[in-house]
């Protein structure tokens, strides 16, 4: 595996980074994702965007001084799948990962990830809970709601994955420029249209990648009570851009 790391390390990179209202941490943050990447890439960017930050996060971008990084400021939230769509715009790497920036996900899956494309010549690379390795500490409420979206996603969707929804994903450049310019949704549906988007586009090598995610890793942020309205509103919303998703792709397979 080393000498496969070593391969990747002339490889160019862009890692997109949306964030909204993560000034408490997003400098430590950012010092930990630019830690697990310098030391194994010679040629990466990270592009951070700020989807209308109104919590001082811009502020803090602002006093950021690691080489290779970079902000973007949007001047209102549209949400995560503009945002990312804003970062594919501005991209120039091979390889091109995005990545929540509140690092629930640990960037140290990064190089991973890469590895895993490597080894497979996988089209994307996906991080799933379902996987067999995965390491999870997630509420039961999450898990419940993540089970029911995807029986719906096997049902509506020919997407051979068992997790659409984690917030990090890597893609060679080829299949980012291939649909780069037709997506559309902005939030909570974003993952689910990209992927149909490239599976449509005949990129079909998915390969699902282990992750460790631990949700309470800022436990002091989350009230159970506050969680659970959390979870109902981003259900409804999930499920509402999932059908618009599910029209795209079925009105595109009648005029196509």
Not at 205 to 229: C, G, N, T
Request: charged share 25%.
């Amino acid at each position: 595996m080393d000498d496969l790391f070593q391969a990747l390390r002339n490889k160019n990179i862009s890692i997109i980074v949306p964030v909204f209202n993560e000034a408490r941490n997003i400098l430590k943050n950012l010092d930990l994702l630019v830690s697990e990447v310098a030391p194994y890439f010679e040629n990466y960017e990270i592009i951070v965007i700020s989807d209308g930050s109104t919590d001082g996060t811009n502020g803090a971008l602002s006093t950021q001084s690691h080489a290779g990084v970079r902000t973007v400021f949007l001047d209102k939230n549209r949400g995560k799948g503009f945002a990312v769509r804003r970062g594919f715009l501005e991209c120039k790497g091979d390889f091109v990962l995005f990545i929540d920036g509140d690092m629930e996900l640990h960037p140290r899956e990064i190089r991973v990830f890469l590895g895993l494309q490597a080894l497979y010549d996988a089209d994307i690379v996906i991080g799933s809970k379902r996987h067999p390795q995965s390491n999870i500490i997630y509420p039961w409420t999450r898990r419940a709601l993540s089970f029911i979206f995807q029986m719906i996603i096997n049902h509506l969707f020919d997407l051979d994955v068992t997790d659409t929804q984690v917030g990090i994903k890597l893609f060679r450049r080829d299949v980012v420029d291939a649909v780069k310019q037709d997506l559309s949704v902005d939030r909570y549906g974003f993952d689910l249209e990209l992927l149909a988007l490239a599976r449509r586009r005949g990129f079909k090598k998915m390969l699902e990648a282990p992750i460790r995610l631990d949700y309470f890793w800022q436990d002091e942020r989350h009230s159970k009570i506050m969680d659970l309205v959390h979870i109902f509103k981003v259900g409804y919303h999930v499920m509402s851009d999932t059908c618009v998703v599910y029209r795209k792709l079925r009105n595109a397979r009648k005029t196509g």
